[in-house]
């Protein structure tokens, strides 16, 4: 398929418990029922964090604490840290990827929001249940032979150009480059062992294509 262009700590503090459900504002997606917007009581937040514990180990404790309402079998395996961004206000933003048996899900993720005087106080994020239906994760398809594929079906539709040093410098990019990924076409699809393949055909395209990893 082809897209064109365009270690475990107790993160909340001592008698700092999450509240139950009754003091949260819960938005869950229609079609497979996880939270995409959790907002919490300003004055009964879901808890502080214990001194000396990252943000990121702190929502994760939070979410495994709640594994059931997640939708999540093991998230302490299943989700990894990206990135926490601090704001002008002073709001850390903690960004987790959805990760399955060690393969990261395409576009999926939850981010956490922590103040210093209301603690977690609001969760975001799209992405689908622990996706039990998977037990492997070996590509019974070469990463070369995946990304041979993605290129005969682009070179079909467009001339791809050999870039000079200098752009491929420029633009960070030393040829087509494949990654496994859980993916599927449709949200509605159950998402598969895939080789997501990036080819820059010229300075101006990034294509995108998501090749069966294991037919």
Request: charged share 25%; proline share 7%.
């Amino acid at each position: 398929v082809r897209v064109p262009p365009r270690a475990p700590s107790t993160g909340l503090a001592t008698g700092k418990r999450a509240r139950s459900p009754a003091a949260w504002t819960l938005w869950r997606d229609a079609a497979n029922k996880t939270p995409i917007f959790m907002q919490f009581d300003r004055a009964a937040p879901a808890g502080k964090r214990a001194m000396l514990v990252a943000p990121a180990a702190a929502l994760v404790d939070f979410i495994a604490e709640h594994a059931t309402l997640f939708r999540l079998r093991d998230p302490r395996a299943e989700l990894v840290h990206r990135a926490t961004r601090l704001d002008a206000a002073g709001r850390e933003h903690v960004q987790l990827a959805h990760h399955y048996l060690g393969v990261p899900i395409w576009g999926a993720e939850i981010v956490g929001h922590w103040s210093e005087d209301q603690g977690l106080y609001a969760i975001n994020g799209r992405y689908r249940p622990t996706p039990d239906h998977i037990d492997e994760v070996a590509p019974s398809i070469r990463r070369d032979a995946a990304i041979d594929r993605a290129l005969a079906d682009l070179a079909g539709q467009r001339s791809i150009k050999r870039l000079s040093p200098a752009t491929r410098r420029l633009l960070q990019y030393e040829g087509p480059e494949a990654e496994l990924y859980l993916w599927s076409a449709q949200a509605q699809e159950p998402v598969r062992l895939t080789w997501k393949i990036e080819i820059r055909p010229n300075v101006h395209e990034r294509w995108h294509y998501f090749v069966d990893a294991q037919s």
